[in-house]
């Protein structure tokens, strides 16, 4: 298969209009023959765009692209300045005088900063459910942490929310005090397992939407089937790794976030309560879900080198006596652990800067499992 997007041909490019160096910085695998791509330019700014195997597709997307450049001999549709032909509000809304993109899914999602807030733009078709998922999670939140509030949404697929006070979670454990990062973490977890407690909806069961251990297998394999096809990790079977979230019967089940890691949480000094983002991807599901991903992306963030081990196992700990997860939570957070590391390892496997620290989680992962060939 074809990695020019990848590693060679599309790694770097010159943008369109100022001509600046682009690098790649990530990419989204949709399917053998498209990917959706992410620069950078020198000053951090995103420059979305696709890369298709089949120039037809590549020339069917930009002719109904307004504002894309086709670059044919990489394969490559640029879009810069919110030009989507999926997201037809985007391009108005980054043309804003008091407008600034901070991130473009291609043909899906992205958020800008304004004035008044953060915009999320996605498909029209997709407003109503982004919507009854955040106010449901507002009705959850009941005064034990804080969301973003909703300011307006629009039938062309903006929706504008109130900015949080405070800082992530991500860029405060780096600070030179661990006090206030600990105690952050502490509340992270409270945060947390006020969401768990709240009564899951029918009664207790697993509702619409549930993420069962199935769909947590299936988002493994989403992005590990495409990162070894494209020969970014090696082909070894996932599966004895994926046994454990099977062998659980009738665990509790609850509200979870589904994408929860250091980057949704905002402490903010002058409030107790934490904040927490993106809760359009609130769903139901085991609470060991939410709490192995976060404690992943700690030894993540060690493995980056942005953390030291001291820190990254205060953290851990300040994390988990604020979430005081039960006996069967703890017992599962190692299965969503292991999920969590082969997840990771597809997504970090198509981060160019990081693929050698892909191929680590998928052996941290496979280790425990004797029936996998390690790499």
Known sequence: MNEAPIRDRAFHLSHPVTDERLRLRRAWPRDEGHLLLEWETPHGEPVPGQWFADPARLNRAAAATEG???LPEEGVLLQPDGADRRLPALHGLVAR???????????RRAVVRTAEGYAKVVRPERVADLVSRCERAARYADGAFTV??????????????SALPGEPLHELSRATRVGDPLLAWYRAGAALAALHAVPADGGGGV??????????????????????????????????????????????IGPVHRDCYDKQFVADPADERIGLLDMDTLTTGEPALDAANVLVHIALRR???????GRAEAFRSAFLSGLRPDRET???IPAYAAAARLRLAGVYAFRPRWR??????????????????RP
């Open 68 to 70: 894309a450049v086709p």
């Open 97 to 107: 005088a008091d407008a600034r993109l901070i991130a473009h899914r291609p043909e």
């Open 148 to 161: 973003p509030e909703l300011i307006r949404a629009e039938d062309s697929g903006v929706t504008l929310w």
């Open 207 to 252: 509702g619409p939407g549930a993420h069962t251990p199935a769909d947590e297998r299936a988002a493994v394999l989403r992005w590990l089937g495409p990162a070894r096809r494209f020969g970014l990790l090696p082909d070894v079977d996932p599966e004895p790794a994926l046994a454990p979230l099977f062998e659980a019967d009738a665990a509790r």
């Open 303 to 309: 493995a980056q080198g942005r953390l030291t081990p």
């Open 330 to 332: 703890h017992e599962r």
């Open 356 to 373: 050698r620290l892909a191929r680590d989680l998928m052996n941290e992962a496979l280790r425990s499992s004797p029936a996998a060939a």
